[in-house]
């Protein structure tokens, strides 16, 4: 009995090792190699020029790759990304999100009358019409959480936030686990979507 169990813990051990080896490491010099394709969009350094396009600038390394393997299956709707995301391999994704992810973010600023409102939204919530504290999973400093896959926030250009909480919001976007920014844009309105975007451009 006693050698059975000690035969299944090292197959458990075995197994285990086998996947720590394939996993797969990002190279951030061959990531900046690779990047020339989406610099026009991004920028040189992840920090895109145009605010329809997302700064990728120190975003987590786990969160990016997820991304890319959604545009690529299609779990992620958006005709630029779904072909710019077809030719990467999971190598290439790697490595370019380990160059946008060393990166520094460059930021933004709030725009003063929606600094009250987009404050409160991100640190409390409304508990009246059930949103949630936005700070509880992304973070008192913006930051997200990589462990959990919680994007950073914090500088993003707020008409791509207000963009992506209207795709969650009508079910444009839905790569979220478990629904969970969809269930939160729906109950919220177009003005604490507007505040709360503008205050996270303006967060650091
Ligand atoms: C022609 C412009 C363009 C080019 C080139 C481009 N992108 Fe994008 N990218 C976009 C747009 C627009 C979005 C937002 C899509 C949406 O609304 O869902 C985006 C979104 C992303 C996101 C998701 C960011 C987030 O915060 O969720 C990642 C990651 C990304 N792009 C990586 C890349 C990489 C890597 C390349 C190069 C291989 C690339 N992009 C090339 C326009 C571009
Ligand atoms: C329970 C945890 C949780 C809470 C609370 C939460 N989020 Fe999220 N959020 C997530 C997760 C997880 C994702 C990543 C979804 C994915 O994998 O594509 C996300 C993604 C996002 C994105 C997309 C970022 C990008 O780069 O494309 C935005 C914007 C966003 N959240 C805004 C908010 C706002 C605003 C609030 C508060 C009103 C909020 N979130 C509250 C978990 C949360």
């Known amino acids: 009995m006693m050698k059975k169990i000690s035969l ?15 996993e797969i490491i990002g190279d951030a010099k061959k990531g900046k190699t690779l990047s020339a394709t989406c610099a026009a969009c991004h ?8 605010a329809q396009w997302p700064k990728l600038a120190g975003q987590h390394l786990n969160y990016i790759v997820k991304q890319l393997q959604d545009f690529k299956s299609g779990a992620r709707e958006n005709a630029i990304m779904n072909g710019m995301a077809a030719t ?15 990166e520094a973010i460059k930021g933004g600023t709030t725009k003063a009358d929606l600094v009250e409102l987009g404050e409160k939204i991100y640190r409390a919530g409304d508990k009246e019409i059930g949103v949630p504290a936005c700070m509880a999973c992304h973070g008192p400093a913006g930051k997200g959480n990589p462990s959990a896959m919680y994007p950073a926030l914090a500088g993003q250009h707020s008409a791509y936030i207000a963009n992506q909480m209207l ?12 629904t969970v920014m969809r269930t ?10 507007e505040a709360v975007s503008s205050y996270l451009q303006g967060l650091r």
């Open 167 to 178: 795709l969650f919001q009508t079910d444009k976007r839905a790569n979220d686990k478990n």
């Open 8 to 22: 299944i813990t090292a197959a458990v051990l075995l197994l285990n090792i086998n996947l720590t080896s394939a």
């Open 88 to 102: 990467l391999s999971e190598q290439d994704m790697y490595d370019l999100a380990s160059y946008y992810s060393s």
């Open 184 to 193: 939160i844009a729906k109950l919220m309105t177009q003005e604490q979507i």
């Open 43 to 50: 920028g040189i350094d992840g920090n895109s020029p145009n």
